[in-house]
């Protein structure tokens, strides 16, 4: 186990309502990444939060957004949710932001938009 | 940006037989490439990875070669075993982006 953790496990939410995911990040680790990875498929980076600030983003919506509080734990905000963004959602800690720095992932979260 | 490109996307092996997973990717600039083995239910986990001054890398029964020339970096494991049935994804980071891309996967199926 890679000492990163995501809660809920699953959750079911409907057309237009919003979702909080949850991470903590690996002891020692300051950096945390999200991925949504649809069914079949590899992951897809969403952005990194690195010292509580956004670094880097990857080609999602607005709609979904993020935090990273001191402790170094992490949320994934997504509004105004669509049918499409039934996935898992993977959260990966580096214990830097470089971009060589190897990434744990989570066990991630299931959400299902019905 | 980059783009990463894996196949098979589906490999069935008989236990004690050994298993090659290939990749190509587009960016040049790219110089980190990892490999994550993901089982049903669970997030991936990483197996090896590789950094671009090395060609390759071993651990175990598992190795990774890299080409930056032809763009393209293999997994291979050896004497297979059932327990390495999974989904494994490749992935390439580049010098200029944040984000880490992964290829689509390929699903090992190691028969007893």
């Known amino acids: 186990e890679t000492g990163v953790t995501q809660s809920p496990t699953h959750l079911i939410k409907t057309r237009g309502q919003q979702v909080t995911l949850r991470c903590s990040s690996q002891?020692?680790?300051?950096?945390v990444s999200w991925y949504q990875q649809a069914l079949g498929q590899g992951p897809q980076f969403i952005f990194q939060?690195?010292?509580?600030?956004?670094?880097g983003r990857g080609n999602f919506p607005p709609r979904f957004s993020g935090l990273q509080f001191p402790n170094y734990s992490s949320e994934l905000n997504v509004n105004a949710l669509e049918l499409d963004d039934s996935a898992l959602y993977l959260c990966?800690?580096?214990?830097?932001?470089?971009?060589?720095?190897?990434?744990?992932f989570g066990p991630g979260t299931r959400l299902l938009v019905l | 940006g980059e783009n990463v490109e894996q196949h098979p996307s589906t490999l069935s092996v008989q236990e004690g037989d050994s298993a090659v997973i290939k990749c190509t990717y587009s960016?040049?600039?790219?110089?980190?490439f990892p490999w994550y083995k993901q089982e049903l239910g669970k997030g991936p986990q990483l197996i090896i990875d590789?950094?671009?001054?090395?060609g390759e890398k071993k651990d175990q029964r598992i190795a990774v070669t890299l080409n930056k020339t032809a763009k393209h970096f293999s997994l291979h494991i050896t004497e297979t075993q059932p327990e390495d049935s999974a989904v494994y994804f490749c992935?390439?980071?580049?010098?200029?982006?944040?984000?880490?891309?992964f290829g689509a996967g390929t699903r090992l199926t190691v028969k007893p």
């Open positions: 990966a800690s580096s214990i830097d932001r470089g971009r060589l720095e190897t990434q744990y």
């Open positions: 002891s020692g680790h300051n950096t």
């Open positions: 939060y690195y010292r509580e600030e956004e670094n």
């Open positions: 960016d040049s600039a790219s110089n980190y």
């Open positions: 590789i950094r671009s001054n090395v």
């Open positions: 992935a390439a980071s580049s010098a200029f982006n944040n984000d880490m891309r």
